[in-house]
């Protein structure tokens, strides 16, 4: 049995030597050469397993350790009866934690209060579910639209996208990237859509890139309809165009999922579908490998702040997403061949982040709304003796 694993999988020696013959090549080294004897085929988004790739080859089975499923042409992987399957949830809380941490951020850097206001969320999936939580622990209503899931479920908590567009104060997109079927995504935040929101909306994308029309998302930031915009996807990346970056008051290389934890869970998931698809016993887990938390405790003393900005206090050392947006304006002058190559090294070479639950935090007796807030988003809580 051979193996062929890209990097920046979390673990892949360990996980996937003892199943058989484990070569671990770069993504621009897995070529159709290099795969012609191999059995398995494990990979993230940065490489499309397609009939250039895989045609000829011995593959049946080819797993990608992400949620997406952009980069693999399903219609042929079904046609050569190769057998395929994604990571779906495996990041699912990292970018639900992505969206708390912008959110805050964007709070305090303009002054405004997030609790009361009203959130759209588009897609109730994986990250969706969880980004619903999230904002509740924020004390935002939270209105939800997810067409597919309404059809198949009659449930009346998913919401016409219009009463969303009329009522939300943020809107934040977690759908998948279709083009086809009755929900096509393809260009979901188009001219349309962005004409009808409610006008000062923060806007977020941490979804796929062309689920949001480019030309019409700066159409709407010149006419005043939205007072602030999250970017973490981006049309047409690698190479993202600086013109939008430029609109974008938080601007991020594709990396709201990218915490250790849910890289980690993504190697998991995919050990066990290669072990279901061998028919053998998984053994292997990730436990007693993990790193030591980067920041295991908070100490703050909230006298005198809101509670928004101690929750910033509390979440900025864990996830510092401005130095994320730093980053990536640092490479916006470059040409777009440069540009590309920037983004996709702010990927491969990102920092490991830590989710919120690794964290401990001591309070203050006497702050038991705040408390409940730190808990509801996840971190560790501990009261101060």
């Known amino acids: 049995m051979k193996i062929v694993c890209s990097t920046n999988i979390p673990y892949a020696e360990e996980a996937f030597r003892p199943l058989g013959d484990l070569t671990i090549l770069a993504p621009q080294e897995i070529t159709a050469a290099r795969v012609r004897d191999a059995d398995v085929l494990v990979i993230r988004s940065t490489l499309r397993a397609n009939r250039a790739l895989l045609e000829g080859s011995r593959v049946r089975f080819v797993g990608t350790a992400t949620i997406g499923t952009d980069h693999l042409d399903q219609a042929y992987l079904n046609q050569a009866g190769i057998t395929w399957c994604a990571a779906p949830g495996c990041n ?23 609790e009361g206001k009203t959130i759209g969320v588009v897609g109730i999936g994986n990250v969706g579910r969880l980004v619903v939580q999230k904002a509740q622990a924020l004390g935002l209503r939270v209105l939800q639209n997810d067409p597919p899931r309404r059809a198949a479920e009659n449930n009346p908590i998913f919401l016409p996208l219009e009463q ?26 188009d001219r349309r859509l962005f004409e009808r929101l409610k006008p000062g909306i923060v806007w977020l994308n941490a ?22 915009a999250v970017l973490d996807t981006w049309e047409g990346e690698p190479a993202f165009r600086t013109d939008v970056l430029a609109k974008a008051d938080i601007a991020t290389p594709h990396i709201a999922g990218h915490s250790f934890e849910g890289k980690v869970m993504g190697t998991v998931m995919m050990y066990q579908a290669v072990c279901r698809f061998l ?73 490991i982040r830590r989710e919120f639950r690794f964290t401990r935090v001591v309070l203050p007796q006497g702050y038991l709304r705040l408390e409940a807030k730190i808990r509801d988003l996840g971190f560790m809580l501990a009261k101060r003796t």
């Open 207 to 228: 979804a796929r890139g062309a689920a949001m029309d480019s030309d019409a998302f700066l159409e709407a930031r010149a006419n005043g309809r939205m007072a602030c």
């Open 92 to 114: 699912a809380n990292s970018v639900s934690e992505y969206v708390t941490t912008a959110l805050l951020c964007l709070g305090q850097r303009h002054g405004f209060t997030l």
């Open 279 to 351: 028919g053998i016993e998984p053994t292997w887990t990730p436990e007693g490998l993990l790193p030591p938390p980067i920041v295991p405790e908070i100490r703050l003393d909230p006298a005198g702040l809101s509670e928004e900005a101690a929750l910033w206090r509390i979440v900025r050392p864990v996830y510092d997403i401005e130095a994320d947006d730093q980053c990536l304006r640092a490479g916006a002058a470059a040409d777009p061949k440069t540009r590309g190559k920037h983004f996709e090294q702010l990927r491969k070479n990102y920092p």
């Open 164 to 189: 969303l567009l009329a009522e939300a104060d943020i809107l934040t997109l977690h759908v998948p990237l279709t083009k086809t079927g009755p929900y096509p995504t393809w260009h979901l935040a």
